[in-house]
């Protein structure tokens, strides 16, 4: 834009962006609405990368004359543009241990999960001692995680895995099949045009499981499952398909209950309500293109399997292998133990899913359900209304007495 290109600067756009902020609304809004704003443009001051529900985000730090703010780039799983704008720029926040891990407890190394060509770089945790240890596998949510599921300052993942390893418990986590191979699903359109939750996540956290099964110092026969957020929301497929493994539990985070395409739909809708009066024509248009979206997944049929035609960022093959998917009615039939627990101030996964699992699994001795009212979706405390900044600006932890629970919940196994 600073070129005076601005045909160039939207030709990434995906057709929402390009029918509500096209080259002429950008020239527009460079050569006359910012100047009017903030002054003459001066120069661009480094670019920082973030992820959040599936998108990537790049904001560029840009300082005009009258102020420094930061441009927020939103890329879709397509690496299309899906949204662009001003925001302020937020003070640099970097992540910290919790007070609760102990490095002196344990130990790191690098490891591999999986075998041939889907193998993913991982880091396992394991407490100093002779052990045998209880194990847990951390399963991402959506998008393209890392092994730490960082999301801005914030890995609640090494939370999660130095607070359990500071008390005794090994945590093995590794980097998501999306995020390490994902330029090479995209580059092949039948690959991704056949891909489902097994491929994306199933099978990764059985080859975890089996990998722990052969380590030094871990106790087999008690090896857990933890999943947050899509990894709870798919661990009744997980624990069906770890039968044969004989895990020793499963630990269900944040987990949804509900069609992932409605739940979409409920957190765009939501954030939308947050702008209220001041909502924007592009945020209207992608809500409206979002309930078409969902419109259309709810469409499909056994014909469009293979089609390359995506739909609210995945092909219909996904979609159609989470048709009809009751992850509380399927967690009817794991014969495991299982700990559920849920943040009253997450607006992703909210209480109504914890209620929905402890209508099908209530009347359990073995199934534990906790709330924690001050917690968000990463499980970290918070005030007030939620909204995505407070992921990506704020540096927080997960909870101590989360790791508490889930730690004491273990040791009972």
Not at 81 to 100: N, Q
Request: net charge neutral; aromatic share 8%.
């Amino acid at each position: 834009m600073e070129k005076g290109d601005f045909a160039l600067a939207a030709r990434d756009f995906d057709e929402t962006m390009l029918k509500v902020s096209g080259p002429d609304k950008l020239e527009t809004m460079w050569k006359k609405q910012l100047p009017a704003q903030l002054g003459a443009f001066k120069k661009q001051d480094g670019a920082r990368r973030d992820e959040l529900q599936g998108y990537e985000i790049v904001l560029v730090t840009c300082e005009f004359e009258k102020a420094t703010l930061d441009a927020r780039v939103v890329f879709d799983k397509a690496g299309k543009i899906a949204g662009f704008g001003l925001v302020p720029t937020a003070p640099p926040v970097k992540y910290g241990p919790p007070a609760y891990a102990d490095p002196a407890e344990f130990e790191e190394s690098e490891t591999t999960v999986g075998s041939g060509d889907w193998q993913l770089p991982a880091t396992l945790t394991v407490p100093k001692g002779a052990g045998p240890f209880a194990a847990v596998v951390l399963v991402h949510g959506s998008g393209p995680n890392n092994r730490d599921e960082e999301l801005g300052p914030n890995k609640p993942f090494k939370d999660l895995a130095w607070g359990l390893a500071s008390r005794g418990i090994a945590v093995l986590r590794y980097d998501k099949r999306s995020k390490v191979h994902g330029a090479k699903i995209l580059a092949d359109p039948k690959l991704e045009a056949l891909m489902t939750v097994k491929d994306e996540t199933i099978d990764d956290a059985l080859a975890a499981v089996a990998l722990l099964k052969k380590t030094k110092k871990i106790d087999g026969k008690r090896i857990f499952i933890l999943g947050h957020s899509q990894g709870g929301f798919l661990m009744p497929r997980i624990a069906i398909a770890a039968k044969s493994l004989n895990v020793a539990g499963f630990i269900i985070m944040a987990g949804l209950t509900r069609p992932l395409e409605g739940t979409i739909l409920r957190q765009m809708t939501y954030l939308t309500g947050l702008a209220g009066g001041a909502a924007t024509e592009e945020d209207k248009k992608r809500l409206e293109d979002i309930k078409d979206g969902v419109a259309k997944v709810k469409s499909l049929t056994d014909a469009d399997k293979g089609s390359t035609a995506k739909l609210l960022g995945a092909m219909p093959a996904y979609w159609l292998d989470l048709r009809g998917y009751d992850p509380p009615e399927m967690a009817k039939t794991v014969a495991k133990p299982m700990l559920i627990l849920q943040g009253g101030r997450d607006y992703q996964v909210t209480t109504e899913d914890l209620e929905n699992w402890k209508a099908a699994l209530g009347g359990r001795k073995d199934v534990e359900f906790h709330l924690y009212p001050k917690l968000n979706h990463l499980f970290f405390e918070g005030q007030g209304l939620i909204t995505p900044l407070e992921y990506v600006q704020k540096h927080g932890s997960v909870a101590g007495y989360v790791v508490e629970d889930i730690a004491n919940w273990i040791e009972k196994r």
